[in-house]
């Protein structure tokens, strides 16, 4: 297809990161939105390499997040210490397969598929592929929207702590596995921010629209 529309660069203009408010390009280092007074770019800076460096870290803390114990439960002097899929397992067979079901959602699949989503759009962008770009664009949007989300297991461990607390036989502890998770969390939602997509849409331009 021919009709290629221009980028804002060559029009001169920037698009505001924050506010979206569309300035004109004034040529100048350090130029501010006049709106929201965020410093204008076309590009986040370093991009690729802040998102690659986040994630990095996330996946690195996933490990110890999935190998040691989020929590503890003592119940009448019956110490018990699960990780995130041990936990899944007992809910699974003591009857919650619904409470299951949510925490293997929000806590091993969802983080599996960030990474897998973040990697593929890091990828395809650093080598300016124009395969399925829009369907990208779907996709870093999904990605934004589900990490707002991903904090779930951390509020089930919190949630079932005060809940147990309140019982007198029984006891729950966060352990450390939780903090891990936590920190996992929010390094990806940090490498989702530092990545910009508007890089889905740069690079060679060709029939991919
Ligand atoms: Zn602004």
């Not at 949007?141 to 297991?153: K, N």
């Not at 702590?161 to 939780?178: C, D, I, K, N, W």
């Amino acid at each position: 297809m021919s009709d290629v529309l221009p980028r804002a660069s060559e029009l001169g203009v920037i698009g505001c990161h924050v506010c979206g408010l569309v300035c004109k390009d004034i040529g100048v280092d350090g130029a501010h939105c006049p709106r929201c007074h965020s410093a204008l770019h076309y590009r986040k800076a370093a991009s690729y390499s802040r998102t690659w460096a986040l994630l990095i870290a996330a996946f690195v803390l996933y490990i110890p997040a999935n190998v040691l114990p989020i929590m503890r439960t003592v119940s009448l002097g019956d110490v018990d210490d699960n990780t995130i899929l041990s936990g899944v397992v007992e809910l699974w067979v003591k009857g919650s397969p619904d409470l299951a079901i949510i925490v293997f959602t929000a806590s091993i699949m969802v983080p599996m598929l960030k990474f897998f989503a973040l990697v593929t759009l890091l990828w395809s962008s650093h080598r300016s592929s124009t395969w399925a770009r829009q369907q990208r664009s779907k996709l870093y949007r999904l990605v934004e929207l589900i990490g707002y989300w991903s904090m779930l297991d951390v509020f089930v461990v919190a949630l079932l702590t005060a809940l147990v607390q309140f019982g007198l036989l029984s006891r729950v502890e966060p352990l450390p596995g939780v903090i891990f998770f936590g920190l996992t969390v929010v390094l990806t939602m940090f490498a989702s921010m530092s990545f910009d997509p508007r890089l889905i849409w740069d690079g060679r331009e060709s029939d991919d629209r």
